[in-house]
């Protein structure tokens, strides 16, 4: 009998800090960190308690986070990562800026935060050092 793909991550993936930063015609900007932590299936967000961010409309704000947890979910479930994704990801620190900040540039910061994550435990597994766990 053969088992499925792994779930992701296997075990809490901490303190994944990621800057987006693209500066040209249309800029982008979003700054993220975020803790993945084994969930029972699917991609869920959670903001920390107490997490504020400095940015005017603060309406965008509920769309952005949503837009990380959209890319952290189109990284996790392409078919050459091999895993199911099974995540709780919990926005620890974020920040936006008037002139870059939006659902895209949050969403590729979502998509670069899985990849770290998944490069981290890939690391783990080769047994490099500074590795998680």
Same mark, same amino acid.
């Given at each position: 009998?053969? !088992?499925?793909?792994?779930?992701?991550?296997?075990?809490?993936?901490?303190?994944?800090?990621?800057?987006?930063?693209?500066?040209?015609?249309?800029?982008?900007?979003?700054?993220?960190?975020?803790?993945?932590?084994?969930? =029972?299936?699917?991609?869920?967000?959670?903001?920390?308690?107490?997490?504020?961010? &400095?940015?005017?409309?603060? &309406?965008?704000?509920?769309?952005?986070? =949503?837009?990380?947890?959209?890319?952290?979910?189109?990284?996790?479930?392409?078919? &050459?990562?091999?895993?199911?994704?099974?995540?709780?990801?919990?926005?620890?620190?974020?920040? =936006?800026?008037?002139?870059? !900040? !939006?659902?895209?540039?949050?969403?590729?910061?979502?998509?670069?935060?899985?990849?770290?994550?998944?490069?981290?435990?890939?690391? =783990? &597994?080769?047994?490099?050092?500074?590795?998680?766990?």
């Amino acid at each position: 009998m053969t !088992s499925g793909p792994p779930r992701f991550p296997p075990y809490p993936i901490r303190g994944v800090r990621v800057l987006h930063r693209k500066q040209n015609c249309a800029p982008q900007f979003a700054l993220i960190t975020v803790d993945f932590e084994p969930a =029972a299936e699917g991609v869920v967000l959670e903001v920390a308690e107490g997490l504020t961010v &400095e940015y005017e409309p603060a &309406e965008d704000l509920p769309r952005f986070f =949503a837009a990380v947890a959209a890319g952290v979910e189109e990284r996790l479930s392409l078919p &050459e990562e091999g895993v199911v994704a099974a995540a709780r990801v919990v926005l620890r620190q974020a920040r =936006a800026d008037a002139v870059g !900040s !939006s659902e895209r540039a949050f969403r590729v910061a979502g998509y670069l935060a899985a990849r770290e994550a998944l490069e981290r435990t890939a690391r =783990a &597994e080769r047994g490099s050092p500074g590795a998680e766990p």
